[in-house]
C-alpha cells in the first residue's frame, strides 16, 4: 500500500483528489492549515496534518511527522484576481510564496527522501492561465509560471533516481471557492480598482457571466489527471486537465 501527501486538502481539488486516493486503497496524508477530519470519511488509512506552505518550521513539522512517502502532490494555492496598478507588492509576494515558493519549499523538503528510495513522483497542480493570457491574472498567471518552470526542471535534476515529476493545469472550474468567490476576492485580499480600469474591470466581468455556459474544468478532470501522473510513467509531464484546458493547450 503505498502513501500520497497531497497539499491544501481543505476544498476543491485537493479534497477531491484525497477522496479519490482513498477510495482506491492508498494510505492518504491530507494537510490544510487548520485540521479538520470531518470533511474526510473516517479510515484507518487516512491522516490529516496541519501545514502552512509559506512557514519553514510548518514544513519541516510536517516532513518528520509523515514520513517516507511515495507521492507529493503540491496543490496548495491560492487565487488572485487584480488590476495589477492596484495590487500591492505585499500582495503579490504573499500569492508568489503560497503558489511558488511554498510548493518549492515542500518538494525540497522530501527530496532527500525520494532520492534515497530512488522511486518517487511528484505532481504539482499548476492553472490554465499560464496557457493563455487573460486580464486581471497577471500576478497569478506569473506565480503559476514560474512553478511550471521549475517543474520542467526539476523533473530532468531528478529523472536520474527514478523520480517522475509532473504537472497538472486544471482550467476554470466553477466547482472551487475562488471561482465562485472571484469578484469578492478582489476586495477581501486588499486590491483596488483605479477608476481608470473600473470600466474596463466590468466589462471582464460582464464577459465572464455571458460566457458561464462555455467549457469548463470539472473536479473530476484534475482528480484523473492527477491519477494518471502518479500511475501511469508514460504520461506527458505536462497534463491539461479539463475541456477548456485542453482547448487552450491545443490553441498554443
Keep these: 500500500m503505498k502513501t500520497i501527501l497531497i497539499t491544501g486538502c481543505s476544498s476543491g481539488f485537493g479534497l477531491d483528489t484525497a477522496r479519490s486516493f482513498l477510495e482506491r486503497g492508498w494510505k492518504v496524508i491530507a494537510t490544510m492549515r487548520t485540521p479538520r477530519e470531518d470533511v474526510l470519511p473516517r479510515s484507518e488509512h487516512l491522516r490529516v496534518l496541519p501545514l502552512d506552505v509559506t512557514q519553514p518550521q510548518s514544513i519541516r513539522e510536517l516532513a518528520e511527522a509523515a514520513g517516507p512517502i511515495d507521492v ?76 511550471n518552470a521549475f517543474t520542467e526542471s526539476l523533473a530532468l535534476e531528478l529523472g536520474p533516481f527514478n523520480v517522475r515529476v509532473s504537472l497538472v493545469i486544471p482550467g476554470r472550474s466553477p466547482e472551487t471557492p475562488f471561482s465562485q468567490n472571484a469578484q469578492s476576492r478582489m476586495q477581501d485580499q486588499g486590491v483596488t480598482v483605479p477608476e481608470a480600469y473600473a470600466g474596463f474591470v466590468r466589462s471582464i466581468f460582464e464577459q465572464r457571466t455571458a460566457h458561464a455556459s462555455g467549457p469548463v474544468t470539472r473536479s473530476l478532470d484534475v482528480v484523473e489527471a492527477i491519477w494518471r501522473a502518479v500511475n501511469d510513467p508514460s504520461s506527458p509531464g505536462r497534463m491539461p486537465a479539463g475541456a477548456d484546458a485542453v482547448e487552450m493547450a491545443r490553441s498554443n
Excluded: D, H, W
Aim: proline share 4%; hydrophobic share 45%.
Design 72 to 147: 507529493l502532490v503540491n496543490n496548495a494555492g491560492v487565487g488572485l484576481m487584480s488590476i495589477f496598478e492596484g495590487t500591492s507588492m505585499e500582495t503579490v509576494r504573499g500569492t508568489f510564496e503560497t503558489n511558488t515558493f511554498g510548493a518549492m519549499a515542500v518538494t525540497q523538503a522530501f527530496l532527500p527522501g525520494f532520492r534515497q528510495q530512488k522511486a518517487g513522483v511528484i505532481v504539482n497542480v499548476s492553472s490554465g492561465t499560464t496557457l493563455r493570457p487573460l486580464p486581471l491574472l497577471a500576478v497569478y498567471s506569473a506565480s503559476k509560471a514560474a512553478l
